[in-house]
């Protein structure tokens, strides 16, 4: 299995990354990929990906960190975009107006200057929405054609939402939300094809049931190929590998 989302760079493993990923390998997870916050989270970020060859870094600034001095984050993003590092997509990007709708111009601005580089670098990008689907549709549909793709990270939209992304040449993340009982997720993704979604824990936060509340990680992505597998009556060996195949096929590795 692939997490294709996972922030376990973060100080919420301290104390026990090594224990965190030695679960996570015996619970089949092969390959992780870290999204990057701001230019406080890049050394921490940079640190894991080079101690570890099958864990994989993103560049980009987080929408809820976009604030006064967001002209300064993004120069970090474009320094290390720049660089001779090798990052595997732009993100996460998007737009969050959960928390705070005083930056929402800064932050569609943001997004659509990262999706920008990302197509001129040939990269995917990886999409952050919370309360935000009109307005960020709106920027990457302002996007659409040539040199789009990457994936709409934990999506939670309805069918119509999936079908607008997925035309924009977007896969979903799906995580955690998927086996929540009230979530609602599950009535949408038993009626998208596979090959259309990815993994994904967004580790620490999201866990699935039954760990819902409490500390996510990479290992529980199990939990949610199991749920998908349940949804499409299938096995989740076939989960895996179509899901797998999608998030190779997406990052280039």
Not at 59 to 77: Q, R
Not at 91 to 111: C, V
Not at 148 to 176: E, P, V
Request: hydrophobic residues 40%; charged residues 25%; negative net charge.
């Amino acid at each position: 299995m692939i997490d294709t989302h996972t922030h376990i760079y973060l100080n919420h493993f301290t104390d026990d990354r090594s224990e965190m990923l030695q679960r996570a390998e015996e619970a089949g997870v092969q390959q992780m990929f870290l999204p990057n916050i701001d230019k406080e989270s890049v050394a921490s970020l940079k640190a894991l990906a080079d101690a570890h060859e099958h864990i994989y870094p993103m560049m980009g600034l987080h929408p809820s960190h976009v604030k006064t001095d967001y002209e300064e984050e993004l120069a970090v993003v474009w320094q290390e975009l720049d660089s001779n590092y090798q990052y595997y997509a732009v993100g996460e990007i998007g737009i969050d107006l959960y928390w705070d709708k005083t930056f929402i111009k800064e932050q569609q601005d943001a997004f659509d200057r990262q999706i920008k580089k990302a197509k001129a670098m040939g990269l995917p990008i990886v999409i952050h929405c919370r309360d935000a689907f009109d307005e960020t549709f709106e920027v990457l549909e302002s996007n659409r054609g040539e040199g789009l793709s990457g994936i709409f990270h934990c999506f939670t939209g309805n069918l119509q939402q999936a079908h607008q992304a997925l035309s924009l040449n977007l896969k979903l993340g799906i995580g955690g939300v998927v086996t929540f009982k009230n979530g609602g997720l599950d009535k949408v993704v038993v009626d998208l094809d596979l090959k259309d979604l990815v993994l994904e824990t967004d580790a620490p936060y999201l866990a699935p049931k039954p760990f819902r509340g409490k500390r996510n990680e990479p290992s529980y992505v199990k939990y949610v190929a199991q749920k998908i597998a349940d949804l499409h009556q299938v096995s989740i060996e076939e989960v895996d590998t179509i899901t797998s195949a999608t998030a190779r096929k997406i990052f280039g590795i």
